[in-house]
């Protein structure tokens, strides 16, 4: 088994190779395989704590989906990529799909060929022996720190966005057409105890459109949460085909003149819909509201550069020099009268 760096991030999808890998035969050759007990375990117990499962595998997409449905397996797979071409072209493939970095994804095969091809050409996804699937579950890399209720419907959240992806490849026109209509609604509210959870899982796997980088743990959260100087705030995002659950979070100081976004992320899975800038308008406002100043703090990473971009052209303008954190203040000037945008922002939970 071929493990990963011990810093690595913790595995969000599980990619399987399903020829003598998932089940016990090879479909293309005739065969009815059944899979393996094993692996229908380990299917059942990483889907739990929001590990997502993905295929690439070797074969006829339409046998083999046909298996995959008439098995009851097509419902754990949240991507299928079947043909004859580089099983390291179908993680890609998966990876872009989803919207997760490749450092976050595992590839599981019982052909050491396969996994060598795979390490070859993309070595920061860890890849594992069939023979080793019924262990995978008790390994590190796939035990996240937190396990939600919405840890739990992560599947069902990513099945749901495969049918939005349908749905605008069938689109009549263009993708500002399509966003109208999705009929997007945002909800940004303080965080209550129960989101705190989730709050802070949010810090742990959203790298790209992350301001600062920063973690936090439940604790911290219901610490400035419970400050008069603090505000916590998530916001939940619903369309017409679903929920797609807390996809962001903006934690803010509060100063006599100022409001200071310390940290503001938002999921990887909304990154297409401008969920960000939306949100960004939305503390803005408020923030103006108060009589405060909009200031954001901005800590380069590896991954965030997007985040950047979102600040910037949301409004916000360096001052000062290019210390660290690099601080941004809202330029008045720039606010634009509210319009009805591709997304509708509710305050509070109504």
Not at 78 to 103: F, P, T, Y
Not at 174 to 187: C, E, K, P, Q, Y
């Amino acid at each position: 088994m071929t493990g990963g760096p011990r810093d690595a991030p913790v595995v969000k999808c599980l990619v399987w190779d399903l020829d003598d890998t998932l089940w016990d035969g090879v479909v293309l050759e005739g065969d009815d395989p059944v899979p393996f007990p094993a692996a229908l375990k380990t299917l059942r117990a990483l889907d739990e704590r929001g590990i997502l499962h993905a295929a690439a595998s070797r074969g006829e997409f339409a046998i083999t989906s046909r298996h995959l449905d008439e098995r009851g397996l097509e419902e754990w797979f949240c991507d299928v990529q079947v043909g004859w071409g580089s099983k390291s072209a179908a993680v890609r493939r998966i990876a872009e799909g989803l919207n997760i970095g490749l450092d976050t994804l595992a590839f599981i095969d019982n052909d050491p060929v396969e996994r060598a091809e795979v390490e070859s050409v993309l070595p920061m996804v860890r890849c594992y022996a069939a023979d080793q699937v019924g262990g995978i579950p008790d390994l590190p890399e796939f035990q996240p720190e937190f396990v939600t209720e919405e840890a739990g419907r992560r599947r069902h959240l990513y099945r749901t966005e495969r049918r939005r992806q349908v749905a605008e490849e069938e689109f009549d026109g263009d993708r500002h057409g399509f966003l109208a209509s999705l009929g997007l609604v945002m909800t940004v509210r303080t965080a209550t105890d129960e989101d705190l959870t989730r709050a802070s899982e949010l810090t742990v796997r959203t790298h790209q459109l992350n301001s600062t980088g920063l973690t936090y743990d439940a604790d911290e959260l219901r610490r400035l949460r419970s400050s008069p100087d603090h505000l916590v705030q998530v916001a939940a995002l619903r369309d017409r085909f679903g929920d797609y659950g807390i996809i962001g979070l903006a934690v803010t100081e509060l100063t006599a003149n100022d409001s200071v976004l310390r940290l503001m992320l938002m999921s990887c899975r909304v990154a297409s819909r401008g969920a960000g800038t939306v949100l960004l308008d939305h503390l803005v406002r408020e923030a103006l509201a108060d009589g405060r100043r909009p200031i954001a703090h901005f800590v380069p990473t590896e991954a965030n550069r997007n985040m950047l971009v979102t600040l910037r052209f949301a409004g916000y303008l360096p001052v000062g020099g290019e210390e660290d954190p690099l601080v941004l203040a809202f330029d008045p000037e720039r606010l634009q009268p509210p319009k009805q945008g591709h997304v509708r922002v509710i305050s509070g939970t109504d």
